[in-house]
Structures are given as C-alpha cells and as structure tokens.
C-alpha cells in the first residue's frame, strides 16, 4: 500500500471518535459495501470497538502525508486513552498503546487491557446530543459522532446541560457496518436515562470532570500519582487514620450522602454494603485497574 488509499479520510472533528471519521469516510467513497470498505482499509473483514479501536497504525499508513494525522494524533484525540491515562499504571499504559495501535493485536492483549471486566454503567447506544448536532449542521455541514458522548456514565452534555438520546444504532451493530451521525435518527431516539432534576445537577459535573479528562488526562502522571492525591485527600479529609487505615464505612456513608441513591443506581454505583463496595477496592489496590468514573 502506497499511502493514498484513503485519500478521502476526512480530518477528525473536535472530539470526534474514530468510527464517527469512517463513517464520513464511508460516506465520500461512495457508501461501499461494509465488507469492502474494511477490507479497503485493513486488507481482511475485521470488526472494531467504537470506544476502544484497534490498528491505529494500520490506518494512519493510509493515509497521505499532508493530513498530518499520526497514529498518535489518532490515540490521544479519537480514543478514550486520555480518559484513562491517569488511572493507569505505567505498564498497563504500554499495554493500551499496543493495543490500540498494532495491526492485529491479540484476544490477550484485549484482556490485559481490563476494560472489559470492568464495573462500568450499561452503554448499549451510540448517544448524541441533539443541540450539538444542530450546531453541527449549522456550521459544518454535518453532524459526527462525539467521544465524550460515549463515555459510560455521561448521561447529559455539559454544553448545553441537555439530556442524551440514545440513538437507535446499538454498539454492537456499529461494529460491523457504518451507520454516519444523521438528524434523522432523533426522529426515532429517546433520552437515555430518567432522573431528577437534583440528580441531574449532579451529572452534569460528572460530564465535566469526564470532558475535562479527555481534554486534560495525558498531561497527568501515572496512576503512582494519581493514587498518591487520593492518600492525601483521604487523611486531610478524615478519610484515613495517623497510620493510613482507611475508613471505608465513612467513604461509603459520605459518596451515598452527596450524591444519592437514585444517581449511584443510574450509574450502576450502588451497593447496599460498605463491605462489598467498589469504594474499597480504590484505596486497596494501588494497581488494579478502575474505571475513571468511580
């Protein structure tokens, strides 16, 4: 391959994920075959995750040198590796680089990544937010998919503090075909969660802190730092002891107190026992890996 088979790969859009580029991609060849336009890019039909996508390098070959678009560029601004990036650890940042970027990365590699065993709210959709498309239209032509829109436990976009819809397009279908962001599919959509208007104060902090890690993640340290924040922030809140025993029953008690029983249900947060609770898991295992949300 000569670096010009996809001459027609558009320029990513701010925060767009990378399937959200093919599918305009798709959209300028002509709306080929989804077997064929795979095969046109990675030589073989595969299929790919929407949130975690593979052959970074592979892609970026293709393209020509004046898009300036490296499987770097690809990583940091088309994936949610930012979002990770301060939860993990210095190996397991290698590992997701290697993932994301290499050709054809192995069934052990997707494990060691942890993603996929890890507590996180359901996503079933690919979600949007109806004013940011209508902006869209307005000034690009076009709507697109956005990554902060997919991020598990973004249920209201911190733009415009409007409610999510989940699309009709499930993730899995996504996988194997093309399905570009389109003003139509809000005619068949519907919000994609159901909460108060005290919960949903709360969520769009959620969806800030989220956008601020994918804008802001990569220039944090490893997960060595990160965990380092949350010692300190535990013993000058109470937290922890003199002798760094952790208070787990308070953690607990405060997390239910400040944000409620209805928003930890809704992002799949709840337990109804400190003993059993995600919250103990994060000051217990300094390299386990844990989702950016909890």
Request: hydrophobic content about 30%; glycine content about 6%.
């Amino acid at each position: 391959m000569n670096g010009k088979e996809l001459p027609l790969f558009p320029i990513p859009y701010p925060d767009e994920i990378l399937y959200s580029v093919l599918c305009r991609c798709w959209i300028r060849m002509g709306r080929p075959a989804p077997r064929a336009m795979t095969e046109t890019i990675y030589g073989v039909r595969r299929s790919t995750s929407i949130l975690t996508p593979q052959y970074l390098d592979q892609i970026a070959s293709l393209l020509p040198e004046s898009t300036g678009i490296t499987p770097t560029y690809l990583l940091y601004n088309t994936t949610v590796f930012p979002y990770f990036h301060p939860f993990l650890t210095e190996q397991r940042r290698t590992t997701f680089q290697s993932y994301f970027r290499n050709s054809a990365p192995s069934s052990s590699q997707y494990f060691a990544l942890g993603i996929g065993k890890l507590r996180q709210p359901k996503t079933m959709y690919l979600r949007f937010c109806q004013s940011c498309w209508k902006e869209d239209e307005k000034t690009l032509g076009e709507p697109y998919w956005r990554r902060l829109h997919q991020i598990p436990g973004v249920l209201i976009c911190p733009v415009h503090e409007d409610p999510l819809m989940d699309s009709p397009v499930r993730l899995h279908m996504a996988k194997s075909s093309y399905f570009p962001a389109d003003m139509k599919l809000s005619e068949t959509s519907i919000p994609c969660g159901d909460y108060s208007s005290t919960t949903a104060e709360k969520l769009i902090s959620i969806a800030q802190d989220s956008d601020w890690l994918l804008t802001h993640g990569l220039e944090c340290g490893s997960y060595k730092d990160t965990y380092a924040r949350y010692t300190r922030y535990f013993y000058a809140k109470g937290f922890s002891g003199n002798l760094g025993q952790v208070r787990h029953h308070n953690i607990y008690t405060a997390l239910q107190e400040h944000f409620g029983i209805e928003m930890l249900k809704l992002l799949n947060a709840y337990d109804e026992s400190f003993h059993a609770s995600w919250t103990a898991r994060i000051p217990h295992y300094q390299n386990g890996l844990q989702h950016p949300l909890y």
